[in-house]
C-alpha cells in the first residue's frame, strides 16, 4: 500500500524487497529492489542489497554489474571523507554506516574515529555502532579510539556502538 500511494518513494520500494525476500519470493523482491536503487541510485544500501539477492538468483552477470557500480559509487562517498566541508563529510560517514558487510567501508569508518574533528569522529562512531559489524577489528577501534577520545559526548557514541555490537564469539 505505501508503495502505491508514493510510488516515488525508494524507501518503499527498498521495504518491499526485503519483505517479498523474506517472503522467498526473488524475483518480485529484485524487482523491487532494481526501482528502489532507480529511484535512489546512489544510495549504497540498495544496490548492496541487490547485488546480494542477485547472486542469490544466480544471477552472476547482472550482479558483477550492480557491484561494479556500487563499488564507483562507494569509492566517491569514501572520497568524500576527504573533502574540506564538515558536514558532507558527516553525510558521507551515514551514508557509508548504511552497509554493514563491506571491510573496505569499515576501513573507512574506523579510520575516521581519529579525525581531528569531534562530529566527524561521532558520526563514525554511530555509523559503526549502527553497522552492527561482528568484525573484531571494529571492535577493537571502537575501543582504542574510546581510549584516547577527549570529548565527552563522543565517549558516549563510542560506548553506545560498542554495545550495539554483536559479543565476540568465544
Avoid: W
Avoid at 113 to 130: C, F, K, T, V
Avoid at 145 to 156: F, H, I, N, S, T
Amino acid at each position: 500500500k505505501g508503495v502505491a500511494l508514493e510510488p516515488g518513494n525508494p524507501l518503499g520500494h527498498y521495504a518491499g524487497a526485503l519483505l517479498l525476500a523474506a517472503l522467498r519470493r526473488a524475483g518480485p523482491a529484485v524487482a523491487a529492489m532494481q526501482k528502489a536503487v532507480t529511484l535512489s541510485p546512489r544510495r549504497l544500501v540498495y544496490l548492496f542489497d541487490l547485488v546480494t539477492m542477485l547472486l542469490s538468483q544466480g544471477e552472476k552477470q547482472r550482479a558483477e554489474a550492480a557491484f561494479t557500480e556500487y563499488e564507483k559509487i562507494r569509492n566517491d562517498v569514501i572520497a568524500q571523507l576527504r573533502s574540506g566541508v564538515e558536514a558532507q563529510r558527516v553525510d558521507a560517514a551515514r551514508e557509508l554506516g548504511s552497509v554493514m558487510s563491506d571491510e573496505v567501508v569499515l576501513g573507512a569508518l574506523s579510520g575516521l574515529l581519529a579525525d581531528g574533528s569531534a562530529g566527524l569522529r561521532q558520526a563514525a562512531a554511530q555509523a559503526l555502532g549502527d553497522s552492527g559489524a561482528a568484525d573484531p577489528k571494529v571492535r577493537q577501534a571502537l575501543t582504542d579510539a574510546l581510549g584516547r577520545e577527549k570529548e565527552q559526548r563522543v565517549q558516549e557514541t563510542i560506548r553506545a556502538a560498542l554495545n550495539a555490537l554483536p559479543l565476540p564469539k568465544p
